[in-house]
């Protein structure tokens, strides 16, 4: 029996790696040209900073799996059911896959930097996002578009996270402890450098991210300033001048910064809201794929034979992505499998 | 003399209602202040008071105003007020002439027929009958539309009508009711006495054909007196309590009478004068993208009716929409502000940390707080100012204090005021000569809360004045634009002729249904405290929808909070006319 897969990220492609594994035979649809999705964006890893591009070629090497069939630069425009559990998607190319079960694999989308345009990303140079610091990371450089290295560095928690004027109420939960990864990372290519984390609230959800937190502020050196930026300016010498209320002192704060730093939030990818509208699988507020139960019923949609894995039902990490993509497997083998098939 | 006791239910209403209107007029003019007073003495032996006769005429009457909005609505209006207006002056003309006596009772004229139904020539009398019954067939026309506008109100242009008390369902009745019974009254004498014209005379020798006309004519009088006894009793109660508080508004209101921040006598006026028409509720977009009940017509409806009205004070974006709609012109923005109470915290020490201090140039720029949270914009315009050379001074560059309107708009008077103060003393400090805001909602309560003798400006006036002086060169391209006027912009301060001769000058800039005064509300209005962002996210989405439906490459607004409200809700790109005049500027 075939399974069509929707998103070649590591939910996707883990999900096809173990579906193959048990025999059934999957079309794998990825709209970037290669395999990988977000995490290809990303140079180490939390907490324990590992390489991103080896879990990227541990998921590649799994997808040589002569069950499946990888359709790269293409993308998945809608899903019609014909029959209960017969299911046909069709793709950008104008080909139509047929199967008995789909995955939605669609992920997210990092924030647009340029909405919250007071943040002046687009407009003052010595503003990056986190994904373009990753980049820095990979070439080994930290070197401003002027130039110069940086003495000053400020992080700047949930740009689109936890934002009510951009109609973003949720918590993209691993900013937190991206911004300290990097921060380590920045310290140990700086080690005469300033560097600030403005925050909300620190959100260590996760196995060792607590830890990382104190040994931030321990060992590195990285002052942790709680409040949210309120606006950037930029002065004559081109550095960024930013206003921050700091919320445990109760005093306004003004600091030039030589690099800025947003840590911007997780989206609903484009994807997640047309090929679930085109099934009427209903969306959370935030544009999020609901799932059948948010306790009891993840990986499933309102839908029979329509299955979800990774963060295109919220923002999640990597490790529960793929355990994630591992449920979603089991699950469509349970259906697969189910009296109601044989 | 003419008498019969059926025009008692008449004579009496009329004088009831009368002395009624008399004895509440009286009572609201006498709490007028005597600053008002005194408009109105010296207006009423002026040229303002012709001027309101000529608007009472087209907006009472002709309802000229309602055509703007759908020719059928017009004509419906048209009918009862001109056509009822027009049906008394020539009744009682044509009894002037018949009696040749300026002096009858009312009841004679309206009841001319049934005191004068047999073919007796008198001078004319053959006109009079025609064109009484063609004003009756031209209010008859209106009465089926007005019926089909209940039963289906997208006929003449409404997507929703105005949902009505039962007591004024009850009156509508009563007024739907007067004009079929005169016509019943008039037809049936005529079929039994003769007289009448080519409406009532053919319809009275139809009738006569199978109704027993003898037994029923006396009892049609009847009930024609009666309906309309029983509507003159009910107008004060009803909604129709605006057909003569139009006319007292229309004179206090042009002999400069203007609504204060309290809410008193003229607004009372005001809220009578209100005919409930219910051309406000499509013109809301607190209506069309979120469904609510919040327009001015209900918000009228409840203070007077005594209703539970608290919610709706603050649920109004003040943009303006319904008062550029509205055929009455009454003045629904400060209205809703006047019920705003004032809960002012903020002293004059909150701001004590600002310094009065800026420096010295002919012209200030004021970027307003959201001018502040839009960078690309105040670049734009420090940019423009190079170019161009003028010699500025960025007065709240370093921070400042806010214009004090968000204050204001909330109701929050005292507050506001401390805010002008300390800008008052900054603008001062600075000298300047000339001051130049971004953001519209500034400009607004610079003009008219600061009492600067300065000239203030809007950037889109001050770049249009720039390149017509020819110091800015700007290079034509061949980009779609729209323009979003910001409702604090144009229908806040007028100005609808600066965006358009700087976009038409650098752009191809597309006319839209929503251009000048119909401008859509961005919905991010700082007026309303009441909805939440994703509410006024749904209002930014409708609204940039609409614009995008031309299919421009960009959508031009000219109020930072406009574009950072369209930021998150467009799927166009979306700038500030100082941020597209920038990018087609030769250095």
Redesign the interface.
């Known amino acids: 029996m075939n399974i069509v897969i929707i998103g070649g990220g590591p939910a996707g492609s883990e999900a096809a790696y173990r579906l193959a594994g048990e025999g059934y035979t999957v079309d794998l649809v990825e709209k970037e040209n290669s395999i990988g999705g977000n995490l290809n964006n990303w140079y180490q890893l939390f907490p324990d900073r590992k390489p991103a591009s080896e879990v990227v070629q541990g998921l590649q090497q799994h997808l040589n799996h002569p069950g499946i069939t990888l359709h790269i630069d293409t993308e998945a425009i809608g899903i019609t059911e014909s029959a209960p559990g017969k299911f046909s998607v069709k793709l950008s190319n104008n080909t139509v896959l047929h199967s008995a079960a789909v995955l939605l694999a669609t992920g997210y989308k990092l924030f647009d930097a340029g909405r919250k345009e007071e943040y002046g990303y687009g407009i003052y140079k010595r503003v990056i996002t986190s994904a373009e610091l990753e980049n820095l990371f990979t070439n080994h450089s930290l070197a401003t578009v002027y130039g110069d290295t940086p003495q000053r560095i400020g992080f700047i928690h949930c740009v689109g996270s936890r934002d009510e004027k951009i109609c973003n109420y949720h918590c993209s939960k691993l900013c937190c402890i991206t911004a300290i990864k990097q921060a380590i990372e920045v310290r140990e290519m700086l080690p005469e450098a300033e560097i600030f984390c403005f925050y909300m609230d620190m959100r260590m959800f996760g196995p060792g991210y607590e830890e990382l937190y104190r040994e931030a502020q321990e060992q590195h050196n990285i002052k942790f300033i709680r409040g949210r930026l309120s606006e950037a300016a930029e002065n004559i010498n081109g550095q960024v001048v930013i206003k921050v209320e700091d919320t445990l002192v109760g005093k306004p704060l003004r600091m030039s910064l030589d690099l800025m730093v947003l840590m911007v939030g997780m989206e609903a990818a484009a994807g997640s809201g047309t090929l679930a509208g085109s099934v009427q699988i209903p969306l959370y507020p935030n544009g999020f794929i609901r799932p059948a139960d948010p306790h009891t019923g993840t990986n499933l949609t309102a839908r029979p034979g329509i299955f979800t894995a990774g963060s295109c039902t919220s923002p999640m990490n990597l490790t529960d992505t793929l355990t994630d993509a591992r449920s979603a497997a089991w699950q469509i083998k349970k259906w697969l499998t189910g009296p109601d098939k044989q | 003399m003419y008498y019969d006791p059926f025009v008692l239910p008449f004579t009496i209403g009329l004088t009831a209602l009368l002395l009624f209107l008399i004895i509440k007029y009286i009572r609201w003019i006498r709490t007028f202040r005597k600053s008002e007073r005194r408009k109105i003495r010296k207006g009423i032996f002026s040229l303002k008071t012709l001027r309101s006769i000529g608007e009472i005429f087209s907006e009472c009457l002709l309802h000229r105003k309602i055509y703007r909005t759908n020719p059928f609505l017009g004509y419906m209006h048209t009918c009862f007020g001109l056509g009822w207006f027009l049906l008394i002056v020539a009744g009682k003309t044509e009894s002037m002439v018949y009696h040749t006596s300026a002096v009858n009772p009312p009841y004679f004229a309206i009841f001319f027929r049934f005191f004068h139904p047999a073919k007796e020539t008198f001078p004319y009398s053959n006109t009079f009958a025609f064109i009484t019954d063609l004003l009756l067939l031209f209010i008859l026309s209106g009465l089926f539309l007005a019926l089909a506008k209940r039963l289906w109100s997208r006929i003449v242009g409404m997507r929703k009508t105005t949902k009505h008390r039962p007591l004024d369902l009850l009156i509508l009745t009563t007024l739907w009711l007067i004009f079929p019974l005169r016509f019943l009254a008039e037809s049936f004498t005529s079929g039994l006495r003769g007289g009448g014209s080519f409406l009532t005379n053919n319809a009275g020798e139809f009738f006569a054909r199978f109704l027993p006309l003898e037994q029923l004519t006396y009892p049609a009088w009847w009930a024609y007196s009666g309906v309309l006894g029983l509507f003159f009793i009910l107008l004060p109660f009803s909604r129709y309590m605006h057909i003569p508080t139009e006319i007292v508004y229309i004179f206090l209101k042009n002999w400069g009478i203007k609504q204060g921040t309290k809410f008193n006598a003229f607004s009372e006026i005001q809220m009578y004068a209100c005919s409930r028409c219910g051309i406000c509720i499509d013109s809301c977009q607190l209506n069309s993208s979120l469904g609510m009940d919040t327009q001015p017509v209900y918000f009228l409806k409840k203070i007077r009716h005594q209703k539970e009205y608290g919610h709706l004070i603050e649920n109004c974006l003040l943009c303006g929409r319904c008062e550029a709609s509205c055929p009455v012109g009454l003045t629904h923005n400060a209205l809703r502000l006047a019920k705003r109470p004032d809960l002012s915290r903020i002293t004059k020490n909150t701001y004590s940390y600002a310094k009065n201090a800026a420096a010295p140039a002919k012209m200030a720029y004021f970027a307003g707080c959201m001018g502040?949270?839009?960078?690309?914009v105040t670049?734009s315009m420090e940019q423009l100012f190079k170019q161009a050379g003028v010699s500025y001074t960025f007065i709240d560059?370093e921070?400042g204090v806010c214009c004090g309107r968000p204050m204001l708009l909330a109701g929050n008077r005292e507050e506001a005021a401390v805010m002008a103060e300390k800008n008052r003393a900054i603008l001062k400090a600075s000298g300047a000569e000339v001051l130049v805001t971004s953001c519209p909602i500034c400009l607004k309560m610079f003009r008219e809360e600061y009492g600067l003798q300065i000239r203030i400006v809007h950037h889109t006036e001050y770049i249009d004045e720039l390149i017509r002086e020819g110091k800015l060169k700007t290079v034509p391209s061949e980009q779609r634009t729209v323009f979003h006027n910001p409702c604090e912009l144009g229908r806040g301060s007028g100005i609808y002729q600066a965006p358009e001769n700087i976009l038409k000058s650098i752009s191809r800039k597309i006319d839209t249904a929503f251009d000048g005064k119909k401008s859509l509300c961005c919905g991010g209005s700082l007026a309303n405290t009441s909805i939440?962002?994703?509410q006024r996210?749904r209002i930014a989405g409708d609204a940039a929808k609409a614009y995008a439906a031309y299919k421009p490459d960009v959508l031009v607004t000219a109020c930072p909070l406009c574009?950072?409200t369209f930021?998150?809700a467009s799927d166009i790109p979306v700038k500030d006319i100082a941020e597209v005049v920038a990018e087609r500027c030769r250095p």
């Open positions: 502040q949270l839009t960078p690309a670049r560059k921070g939440d962002g994703k996210n574009k950072k930021a998150t």
